[in-house]
Structures are given as structure tokens and as C-alpha cells.
């Protein structure tokens, strides 16, 4: 079974400019859920989506957006980049049918983003 | 507000020689504790998770305790190997009760393994 694939694995923006990044879950898993991790915080929830609806969110402003489609892949937009959002964004995808539950979450390599 | 700590922040061993590392939370009611592996420009992979009823979890080498009245889990890991050099994760989830689910993640102990 194909593991969860990120695409694009890196990506260098300029302040201001929006990105988007690509998550492929394991086959058959309807949870994805994207996380931020950085070097001063360490890794963040940003937010889960299951069955095409956001089920939760981290505490991250507005310009950090996502979606999943009928085919459970997910994407992440960020807009109106900051200095701050360089960061490896990685994103997880489960069996789990509840939020926080016990299933196992498989993790993709993860973005690496650049903003400058 | 939920925190996850994690001690050391970073280690040192010899191969072939055990360690324990350290995960005290304040999350509050739990729902189940994570430890993850990751490797250096990688997603993190798990080892163990546990829920609030479970003491004690092993894979492999790894061996995680939880003590929930004292909110602290520890990793231990046996035999060390040159491959077990990576940060390890502790996460914390929260029960979730209908509303908001935010996992809390420790920041990490980076483990260094030398032959």
C-alpha cells in the first residue's frame, strides 16, 4: 500500500504571494489532517478534514486555509505569506473515524516551504 | 492550557545502551498519548500510543509507560542502535467532547546514538 505522498516536497515564495500545497492520503483513509512544524514551535495542528468537511482547527490565522475532495486527497492554501510561515508543513491521514481517536496516523515526508 | 513537556531536551548515548526519556502533560480529560519517531527531514512515525487505561506499550525495543494520575510518560528505549539517532515526539490528545480536538505536541528530544 502507497504511503501519504506531499507535493510539491520543496517550495520558495516571496512575501505576500499564496502557495498551495498537496496531500494524498493512504488509499482507503478519509482523515487528513495538516500540521505546521518549525524550528521555534515545534509541531502545531493546523486542521483536520474527514469526508470533504473540516472537522477541527488548530489555532492559526484565517490566511491558512484547506479542502479535501471526494477522493479524500487535501489541499492546504496559505495566503498572503509571511516571513513566519517558512516551515515544514506535513500533512496525516488515518482510518479514524472520530476526532482524537485511537487510530494510527501515517505522516507524509512533508513541504518544505521557504518565504522570503 | 494544555502543555506537553519533554526532558531532555537532548541526548547522548553510547551504542547498545538503554534510555528513558520524559513526557509530563497537563492536557485535560485526556484521550490518549502518542510517541512518534522522527527522523531528520522526515515525517514523524509512531511507536506507541496509549490510551489513559494503558500503562505500559511496547514495540520492539520501545517501551512506553503512562501514569495518568501523575500526567507523565516516559519512552525507554533497549539496546540502543546507531539508527535510533532522531527526535522523538510526545502528543497529547484531549478527549474530544463534541467540540474543538487539538492535539498538544511536545517539542521534542533529540536522541544521538554514537558507535
Known amino acids: 500500500k502507497a504511503g501519504v505522498t506531499q507535493t510539491p516536497r520543496y517550495l520558495i515564495k516571496t512575501r505576500g504571494q499564496q502557495v498551495t500545497l498537496s496531500c494524498s492520503p493512504i488509499?482507503?483513509?478519509?482523515?487528513v489532517s495538516w500540521y505546521q512544524q518549525t524550528p521555534g514551535q515545534g509541531l502545531q495542528f493546523l486542521f483536520e478534514?474527514?469526508?470533504?468537511?473540516?472537522?477541527n482547527k488548530g489555532n492559526f490565522p484565517g490566511r491558512f486555509s484547506g479542502r479535501q475532495f471526494s477522493n479524500s486527497r487535501s489541499e492546504m492554501n496559505v495566503s498572503t505569506l509571511e516571513l513566519g510561515d517558512s516551515a515544514l508543513y506535513l500533512c496525516?491521514?488515518?482510518?479514524?473515524?472520530?476526532?482524537?481517536?485511537?487510530?494510527?496516523?501515517?505522516f507524509g515526508p512533508g513541504t518544505r516551504l521557504t518565504v522570503t | 492550557k494544555n502543555q506537553v513537556e519533554q526532558s531532555p531536551q537532548s541526548l547522548i548515548i553510547l551504542e547498545g545502551k538503554n534510555c528513558t526519556l520524559q513526557c509530563n502533560y497537563t492536557v485535560s480529560p485526556f484521550s490518549n498519548l502518542r510517541w512518534y519517531k522522527q527522523d531528520t527531514g522526515r515525517g514523524p512515525v509512531s511507536l506507541t500510543i496509549?490510551?489513559?487505561?494503558?500503562n505500559t506499550k511496547s514495540n520492539g525495543r520501545y517501551t512506553a509507560t503512562l501514569d495518568a494520575d501523575t500526567k507523565q510518560s516516559s519512552l525507554h528505549i533497549t539496546a540502543s542502535q546507531l539508527s535510533d539517532s532522531a527526535s522523538y515526539i510526545c502528543v497529547v490528545s484531549p478527549r474530544s467532547s463534541g467540540g474543538s480536538y487539538i492535539p498538544t505536541f511536545g517539542r521534542g528530544t533529540s536522541l544521538i546514538v554514537h558507535p
Open positions: 496525516a491521514s488515518s482510518s479514524s473515524l472520530t476526532s482524537g481517536s485511537y487510530y494510527e496516523q501515517y
Open positions: 496509549m490510551t489513559f487505561s494503558e
Open positions: 488509499s482507503g483513509h478519509r482523515s
Open positions: 478534514y474527514f469526508s470533504e468537511t473540516q472537522r
